[in-house]
């Protein structure tokens, strides 16, 4: 008896040895009702999704590196902030051309608690529509690590606009949305997003603070194949001329803005929803 309580001890102890760190824990919920998840310390960040558990994101705050790791195919990309992949289509791809768009923000009333914060309520409006209502709260933005975390994906956002821009956006409140960059320091962590139909695009639905984690949490994985983000787009490059060709075999003309998917195993990463790309005041 005495032997099994020493080992019990023993493993407790061993339990307690292990580095436990408080983190933020932030749940959202997507335009697709996906609820996601999203971790934060004060050097990383890790992004969850249940509709995709095999596929998560880790952010490094001081590498500045984003590693989209995908573990059924057992790969991780790495994504530099100030390295940004330059867009190189091949001969015969033109890059698409976005008409340009009147987006501007517009500054309304308090709005509704969201998540139990206090929010300002704005409107999204591009080329006079209204676009979305949107909800801001400067109090959620003061929670520990909020701050680093909207500031890293805000620059993310910034380093890839000029690679987003093979992806032709048609709707002009897409495009507003697009060309509108957040300033959370000034007008708040984003809470909810809500279009004109109703239909709720973005909303926090808890933020919880100091949660235990230890470093397995933001640990990428030793054994998985690792490529750079230009090796990615190579790879996209070179589906979308295997695509050419076989269009033109066939005899058929190549659409104007024709992209192509990853081939198999190798993911696409996507970037995470949270924060999605919410608007500045002008």
Known sequence: M????????????????????????????NAQGQIQQVIINDEHARMNNEHNPSQYMLVDFKSRLMYAVDIKQKTIVTISMDKAVEPNLPKGVEMPK?????????????GSD?????TMHYQVVANGKTCSDD???????????????????????????????????NDVCAKAQATLEPDASTMGMPMKSVGTDGEVRHEILSI??????????????TDFKTMTEQEMVQSIQGNIRKQMEQLRQGGQQLPQGMQGMPPTGHPMPNMPA????????Q
């Open 274 to 281: 949270l924060p999605p790309q919410t608007p500045a005041q």
């Open 208 to 221: 919880k603070i100091d949660i235990p984690t230890t470093d397995e949490t933001f640990a990428l994985p």
């Open 135 to 169: 909800y801001f709260s400067t109090d959620a933005y003061k929670i520990p690590y909020v701050d680093v975390f909207l500031k890293t994906m805000q620059e993310m956002s910034k380093s890839r606009k000029k690679m987003m821009s093979m992806f032709p956006m």
């Open 2 to 29: 005495k032997k099994s309580i020493s080992c019990l001890l023993l493993g407790l102890s061993s339990l307690s040895a292990l580095p436990v760190w408080s983190a933020t824990v932030i749940e959202h919920k």
């Open 114 to 118: 969201v998540a139990g914060y206090k």
């Open 98 to 110: 976005q008409a340009p768009v009147n987006a501007e923000l517009v500054k309304k009333e308090a």
